[in-house]
């Protein structure tokens, strides 16, 4: 099962251009579930469901501006859920929910987009976004998005269970550092100031991070799937641009993995 998430940038800068590589870079890796986030309207959800034949779609718009967030499966979905559902106290960030069925096993996935100036505010939609999984009855369960955090942070260090929140006890494996760590590779930045082409013609001194991540729960007593492949996704230029100024993260994990003797 292929599992990416990506941030597509919602800006007009070559829109139409960019959206079409995307769809491309899609169909190319055969994604069968893919979480977006700076989601420019529904239109742009449809496209991809029709172009990349993704079965199962879902798409909100936040309460208070025109983007959303989405997720694209081949798998059905249920229990879908978002944290503006029933309040506007969101701490400008987006959780949105659903359970996916393969095979005989039922799949949390929660797509994140935290909010990008203060970390308090990420904390407490972590930790909300931690007790939702907390009450669904799932086999395993997958957090991926932009969490507008480094590997360093409170978040990062919260969801690897080091750090405190709400006294909510975490075990989450992220799944580019696993795979880099067992092919003896350093992981790679998802927004790099330095040689993605948005920030060509915007000066920064901000220095690249590694903030889109997929994270799986410690699904101790069941067996854990196996990390077949991570990726980058959107790195390659083509006619000067890539679909996003992040890159997106694709994982590959293969479920009924016998446990050795």
């Avoid at 360093?152 to 494996?173: A, V």
């Avoid at 991070?209 to 994270?215: A, G």
Wanted: hydrophobic letters at 35%.
């Amino acid at each position: 099962m292929k599992i990416a998430t990506y941030n597509i940038w919602n800006s007009e800068k070559n829109y139409s251009d960019r959206m079409k590589l995307l769809v491309d870079l899609i169909k190319k890796e055969n994604i069968d579930l893919i979480a977006l986030q700076e989601v420019k309207d529904e239109e742009i959800i449809k496209k991809i469901k029709y172009e990349c034949n993704f079965e199962y779609s879902y798409w909100k718009k936040y309460f208070d501006c025109d983007e959303g967030l989405a997720i694209l499966s081949k798998f059905p979905m249920s229990n879908l859920w978002t944290n503006w559902d029933d309040s506007e106290d969101v701490h400008n960030s987006g959780l949105m929910y659903a359970t996916i069925i393969i095979k005989q096993y039922k799949i949390g996935i929660m797509n994140v987009h935290l909010d990008w100036k203060k970390v308090r505010n990420r904390e407490i939609e972590i930790a909300k976004a931690v007790k939702h999984f907390d009450s669904q009855e799932t086999d395993y369960a997958i957090l991926l998005g932009d969490f507008n955090s480094s590997d360093n942070s409170s978040i990062y260090n919260f969801l690897k269970g080091e750090y405190s929140l709400d006294e909510l006890s975490t075990d989450w494996t992220d799944l580019a550092k696993a795979y880099s760590y067992r092919k003896g590779k350093e992981v790679d930045y998802t927004l790099d100031f330095c040689n993605n082409p948005r920030w060509e013609d915007e000066y920064t001194f901000s220095i690249p991070e590694r903030v889109d991540w997929i994270l799986m729960k410690e699904p101790y007593p069941k067996i854990s799937p196996k990390l077949e492949e991570y990726q980058l996704l959107g790195k390659e230029r083509i006619n000067k641009m890539t679909p996003s100024d992040h890159y997106g993260v694709l994982v590959e994990l293969k479920f009924d993995v016998e446990r050795p003797d």
